[in-house]
């Protein structure tokens, strides 16, 4: 026992012992990580935290947004969503951020500078017997130059220039990409644009015609309880009982259903602007309406395109994308170049039995890929055939845009005409609504047909505003299409007053931009004027007046002749219903018998107003007249040749 414990304390045991706990305790760190990995189990996120972060997500939408203090118009919509907005913001962001990485590309273009220091320790001795090479004689000595225990350090500076060439072409490329980002940011800003102005009228026709339709609301069906209650005690026909309770129902739909459009409208406007939901606010046209009626059509279709196919964020970006491209491919040659590195260093390292501890290194290398070089017609194809899909992804989006643009601009048109005549009928109705209500009150007129008079009368007012709505969602789609920059080159955006006056200037500044300019020297184009028909009883001469608004939109007006343009018309009168009548014109232009376009207006006219028919005519011979006349000057010209 004794001398087994004295071999047990002996020196060597003891470094022995040492020696068995050092190979053993890297295998027990693993066995230790790898139990406390197998530990691991699906935690779900609790309530607690879930409201916790919800609570936070709501006052950080919301921090620091200016109170409104007033009444909000279309340009400080335009302001709030631009600060405020996330998408925006999203849109900022990305484009900071694709300037930051080109910052760091830049610094991958440097020489690599390596830092490095190394411990290491030996449970024994690294020693060694040699052999004479000569002789073959081996040595029975061992022999060791390295300590058990030792640290090393080292700098080295390397510089290949083949990686220095890609890290060059790949600052390139990231430098591109934030132009990408600034084009995105670009449209972001547009689509807000036409988001907000879309949004904002919608609300501010609920905000002007809700309140009297909910009023002539409760009044209709306070009129059909009396109305059945007539129908049972027979002081009424049934059948005038009847017909007028169908009425008031038809008068229902048409409020519910016009009700249901506006009623969620400041909602939107308010996820917009990005204030709190359910917050009341009050919004000012200011001047808006009467610059409404005074935009003008955008009779140069062809300067429209041109203009499209310049600004727009669209092509802009594919343009970039195309110089992406072109890089890619030029980083892909490189791959096929031999590389060259050199490098110098500085060593250290501690162990004593080295002559010197510390020296210096420098060197070079090149290298070559041999069997890479058989991948070089491919990879040449394949840069070929990325290039031709850039091209036809462009083409293709080109021909997109200039489709976008002229329907925006025929939607333009149509929303103009729309609004003229629903301004004159809301004036109509209005008068007649005068006329009733004094004869109600001379009692030569009945309560119901004077209820019926408001209700017709509220719901033309409303559809003036419905259409003014539609004519600034219309220009607004105009301005997307063509690309519209409605944001300052260098927006102040840290007040919401000083932002909403250089929004405002900008806006205004893009609506003095002429599209004209191809048509001033243009010839007025020439057209003689057909059979027209007119509607049955109207008394209306539609040639006539088709002849004065052709000469006020620039065209001129001449006999019948070889390649002389044709206009024709026909009329159709639907039957009355509810004292209205629906009336459709049908306009055919035709050159020497080949159909060059055909366009309709469809109306509805009140039997009881005289004024009704003159107000139709010229409503319809002037819609008629700009849809011709641009036409035949789009038409006239030859097709736009667009640049790549």
Not at 217 to 241: D, F, G, H, I
Not at 444 to 460: K, N
Not at 487 to 512: I, N
Request: glycine share 4%.
């Amino acid at each position: 026992m004794t001398i087994a414990t004295t071999a047990a304390n002996a020196p060597g045991a003891t470094g022995a012992a040492r020696s068995t706990t050092l190979r053993r305790l890297p295998m027990a760190l693993m066995l230790a990580a790898a139990l406390s990995a197998c530990n691991i189990m699906p935690e779900p996120i609790g309530a607690a935290e879930r409201n916790a972060r919800a609570k936070d997500d709501v006052e950080t939408l919301f921090k620091d947004v200016e109170p409104v203090t007033g009444e909000i118009t279309l340009h400080e919509a335009f302001a709030r969503a631009l600060k405020y907005n996330y998408d925006y913001r999203l849109r900022s962001m990305e484009q900071s951020m694709a300037s930051d990485q080109l910052d760091l590309a830049k610094y991958d273009m440097l020489p690599r500078l390596t830092l490095a220091a190394g411990y290491s320790s030996r449970s024994n001795d690294a020693g060694s017997r040699s052999v004479d090479l000569g002789s073959g004689v081996e040595s029975n000595l061992f022999s060791g130059a390295q300590e058990r225990t030792r640290n090393t350090q080292n700098a080295v500076l390397a510089w290949n220039v083949l990686d220095f060439g890609v890290s060059y072409v790949r600052a390139q490329q990231q430098a591109v990409s934030v132009m990408i980002s600034e084009e995105r940011k670009r449209k972001v800003v547009q689509n807000i644009s036409q988001d907000v102005r879309q949004a904002f009228w919608r609300a501010y026709v609920a905000q002007q015609t809700l309140p009297r339709m909910d009023d002539l609301l409760n009044r209709v069906k306070e009129a059909m309880l009396r109305s059945e209650r007539m129908e049972t005690e027979r002081m009424l026909p049934p059948l005038q009982a009847l017909a007028y309770q169908r009425a008031l129902l038809d008068m229902h739909q048409q409020i519910v259903a016009r009700r249901q459009e506006l009623i969620l409208a400041k909602s939107e406007l308010n996820a917009l602007i990005n204030l709190r939901p359910g917050s009341n606010i009050v919004l000012s046209a200011g001047q808006e309406e009467e610059a409404t009626a005074k935009l003008q059509p955008f009779d140069d279709l062809n300067a429209l395109d041109q203009a499209a196919l310049n600004n727009r964020p669209e092509l802009r970006e594919e343009d970039y994308r195309k110089k992406i491209s072109v890089l890619e491919g030029r980083k892909a040659l490189m791959a096929f170049l031999p590389g060259l590195e050199l490098n110098v260093s500085s060593n250290r390292d501690s162990n004593k039995f080295l002559l010197n501890n510390t020296w210096g290194e420098a060197g070079s290398s090149v290298s070559l890929n041999l069997m890479r070089a058989f991948a070089y017609p491919a990879a040449k194809r394949a840069q070929e055939a990325q290039q031709k899909v850039d091209d036809t992804r462009r083409i293709a989006l080109t021909m997109a845009v200039m489709t976008q643009v002229r329907i925006a601009a025929q939607r333009f048109q149509e929303a103009r005409t729309d609004y003229a005549v629903s301004s004159q009928t809301a004036q109509v109705d209005a008068r007649i609504e005068q006329h009733t209500l004094s004869a109600t009150k001379a009692s030569t007129e009945s309560s119901m047909e004077l209820l019926r008079t408001e209700v017709r009368a509220a719901l033309s007012e409303m559809q003036r505003y419905v259409a003014l709505a539609n004519l600034q969602i219309a220009y607004a789609r105009v301005a997307n299409s063509v690309g519209a920059d409605l944001l300052p080159a260098q927006p102040q955006s840290e007040s919401v007053a000083v932002f909403t006056k250089q929004l405002a200037q900008a806006d205004a500044d893009w609506r003095k931009t002429n599209f004209h300019t191809a048509d001033v020297a243009a010839p007025p184009p020439p057209v003689a004027i057909g059979t027209i028909s007119s509607p049955a009883g109207s008394g209306l001469d539609l040639g006539a007046l088709l002849h004065q608004e052709l000469n006020a939109n620039g065209a001129l007006v001449s006999l019948a002749g070889a390649n002389i343009p044709v206009v024709s018309a026909t009329a159709t009168v639907g039957q009355p219903n509810g004292g209205l009548r629906t009336v459709e014109l049908t306009w055919l232009v035709q050159r020497d018998g080949v159909t060059l376009g055909t366009f309709s207006y469809r109306s509805a006219i009140p039997d009881s107003v005289s004024s009704a028919w003159p107000v139709f005519g010229k409503a319809a011979a002037e819609s008629a007249a700009t849809k011709i006349t641009s036409l035949l000057r789009s038409e006239a010209k030859p097709p736009l040749q667009a640049k790549n």
